[in-house]
């Protein structure tokens, strides 16, 4: 089949405003939009820029907005695009080029809910002992790729950079309420402050842009109870 | 270099966010109509009660007693406070916010008769039926 591929263009070396070019290309109902982005920089237009590593929905690099909506081109196929596509850079973010936004505010927030195992206590001989059901709490939230589909998809966020966002308050969850970490109060601390989790209306825009599916609302929502209850069993 | 953050109000609004958006849009609208009505009830009475400003009292009076008004604030408010109830519940409780899309559903199937009886009479009563 025949599609159209609308792409959000700008490069800073040269336009002063971004503006939109129209590609027309062949492709398969199984094809990823990432195939088509390919073939474009490819075989039409070598100065089109996007980042992608894996292609297999596990490094997070190439999350955009398809069709108006945040997902992972490496996972997005023509069969649900339909034949028109258009292609913008994530919302909320500075773009540097092209559809590759600046992903640096994102990890700072990633960074300041200490997104690592904290534990002073003198190591075990053989390894911190953990049960299944204490694994199951925060299970959902160790799937998180960092790709910012869920931050950027966030009307708190477009409002105000400064809130943490939810990929971080995920981040923030699965050390939170792992059984083996000790800093979970130190975090509680850091969400607690004024661009915190409050700043979450619960609007979902998050969850349904997950393309690992996770229940980041209710993540959120688990933390806000954490701190309303101080408990993080 | 580089384009400076890209959110205006009207790409915002553009974003696909289907059903959740949707409420929040009409939940932001609603809370912005409440303080309209209030301010408008509040001003409307206290100007009522002095000379000089008696006319222009009767006048706001007058809008917000329009059925047309009504119907729209009404519209509004009531979303506004169901659709509160419902994010205030699954903050409550988090673990059912897996059936988030569901209460939706649900929040949809309570609004919708009470505000069509609502309608319905301040529609019959603004007709003078
Ligand atoms: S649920 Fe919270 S974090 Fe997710 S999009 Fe809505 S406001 Fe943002
Ligand atoms: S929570 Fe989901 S959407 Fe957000 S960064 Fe992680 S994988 Fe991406
Ligand atoms: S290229 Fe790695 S997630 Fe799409």
Redesign the pocket.
């Known amino acids: 089949m025949e599609v159209t591929i609308k792409l959000f263009r700008y490069n800073p070396e040269k336009d002063k405003k971004p503006s939109y070019k129209t590609y027309k290309l062949e492709a398969l109902e199984t094809d990823r939009v990432l195939d088509l982005l390919e073939k474009v920089k490819g075989y039409q237009d070598g100065t089109l820029s996007f980042r992608r590593s894996c292609a297999h929905g596990i490094c997070g690099s190439d999350a955009m907005r398809i069709n108006g909506f945040n997902r992972l081109a490496c996972k997005t196929l023509v069969r649900d695009t339909g034949a028109k596509i258009t292609v913008q850079p994530l919302l909320g973010m500075r773009v540097i080029k092209d559809l590759i936004v600046d992903m640096e505010p994102f990890f700072e927030h990633y960074r300041s809910v200490k997104p690592w195992l904290i534990n002073d206590d003198p190591e075990p001989e053989k390894e911190r002992y953990q049960s299944v059901d204490q694994r199951a709490v925060f299970d959902d939230t160790t799937k998180c790729i960092l790709c910012a589909c869920?931050t950027t998809?966030?009307?708190?966020?477009w409002g105000n950079e400064q809130y943490v966002?939810?990929a971080a308050i995920v981040a923030a969850h699965r050390f939170i309420f792992d059984s083996r970490d000790k800093a979970a109060a130190e975090r509680l601390k850091i969400l607690n402050e004024v661009w915190g989790v409050y700043?979450?209306?619960?609007?979902?825009?998050?969850?349904l842009a997950c393309p690992r599916e996770i229940q980041?609302?209710r993540a959120?929502g688990e933390v806000k109870m954490a701190l309303t209850t101080g408990k993080t069993e | 270099m580089g384009l400076k953050r890209n959110v205006g109000l009207m790409e915002a609004l553009r974003y696909q966010g289907k059903g959740p958006m949707l409420t929040y849009i009409l939940h932001r609208i609603g809370g912005l109509s409440i303080v309209i009505f209030v301010g408008l009830h509040i001003l409307a009475g206290y100007l009522a009660n002095h000379a000089w400003g008696a006319n222009l009292g009767i006048f706001i009076n007058s809008i917000y007693e329009n059925w047309l008004f009504q119907v729209f604030i009404f519209f509004f408010a009531l979303f506004h406070a169901i659709n509160g109830l419902r994010i205030v519940i699954l903050d409550l409780w988090p673990k059912l916010i897996e059936y988030q899309r569901e209460a939706i559903w649900l929040e949809w199937f309570v609004f919708l008769p009470i505000y069509g009886i609502a309608l319905f009479v301040i529609v019959r009563s603004g007709l003078g039926g």
């Open positions: 869920c998809a966030c009307p708190s966020f966002g939810p700043r979450c209306h619960t609007i979902f825009n998050c969850t980041i609302t959120i």
